[in-house]
């Protein structure tokens, strides 16, 4: 069974930075892809970022390329979104999840999933 803890999250002003970090363990990672989710008051969960456990490959939504950086750490089985410049529309709950191989945004493509991290970011 795979558990995966968030943790980061936090009020902050427009244009501050937050690193959030997602803790994994229970099984082996390699194959697999760690992803990172949010989902907004009212609004569907919607794709952040994602990173393959093996090499370098990420993806990024649209809306965050460019301010977040996805990383991990293999020996500590964690996975970081560093996330800078935020904006309001920013703010949700954000969760980390994974998925096989070929999942990038389509959250059915994740099989476990986080209790998620808030960030709110005020104007």
């Known amino acids: 069974q795979v558990m995966l803890v968030e943790s980061g999250g936090g009020l902050v002003q427009a244009g501050a930075s937050l690193r959030l970090s997602c803790a994994a363990s229970g099984r082996t990672f390699s194959g697999t892809t760690l992803g990172w989710f949010r989902q907004a008051p009212g609004k569907e969960r919607e794709f952040v970022s994602a990173i393959r456990w093996s090499g370098s490959r990420s993806y990024y939504a649209a809306s965050v390329k460019g301010r977040f950086t996805i990383s991990r750490d293999n020996r500590m089985n964690t996975v970081y979104l560093q996330m800078d410049s935020l904006k309001p529309e920013d703010t949700a709950v954000y969760y980390c999840?994974?998925?096989?191989?070929?999942?990038?945004?389509?959250?059915?493509?994740?099989?476990?999933w986080g209790q998620g991290t808030q960030v709110t970011v005020s104007s």
């Open positions: 999840a994974t998925g096989g191989l070929g999942a990038v945004e389509n959250p059915y493509d994740y099989d476990s």
